[in-house]
């Protein structure tokens, strides 16, 4: 089963707010890892789950951000909150 165009589209603008975030131009991969791979300390996911939360207009839940090990468990906390 394929993804749906409100997936797609959660997903390129996670990317795009991580992007531009961590000033990078290059296309992040879900599979990265927020603290290992982008360097992202926890100031940075503060700041990271302010700037989802204004773009998508959610309020991620603390409990889920704790959970966060990767850019598809940002995604997938973005998509579950949408459903709602």
């Known amino acids: 089963?394929?993804?749906?165009?409100?997936?797609?589209?959660?997903?390129?603008?996670?990317?795009?707010?991580l992007s531009e975030y961590l000033g990078v131009s290059c296309k992040l991969?879900?599979?990265?890892?927020?603290?290992?791979?982008?360097n992202v300390d926890s100031m940075?996911?503060?700041?990271?789950?302010?700037?989802i939360g204004e773009e998508f207009?959610?309020?991620v839940p603390p409990d889920?951000?704790?959970?966060?090990?990767s850019v598809m468990d940002i995604i997938n906390t973005v998509?579950?909150?949408?459903r709602r």
């Open 64 to 69: 889920q951000v704790a959970r966060w090990r």
């Open 79 to 82: 998509q579950d909150v949408l």
């Open 29 to 38: 991969e879900s599979c990265l890892r927020i603290v290992e791979d982008l």
């Open 44 to 51: 940075g996911v503060v700041e990271i789950v302010v700037l």
């Open 1 to 17: 089963m394929g993804l749906s165009v409100v997936e797609i589209s959660v997903e390129a603008k996670v990317a795009y707010i």
């Open 57 to 59: 207009d959610i309020e």
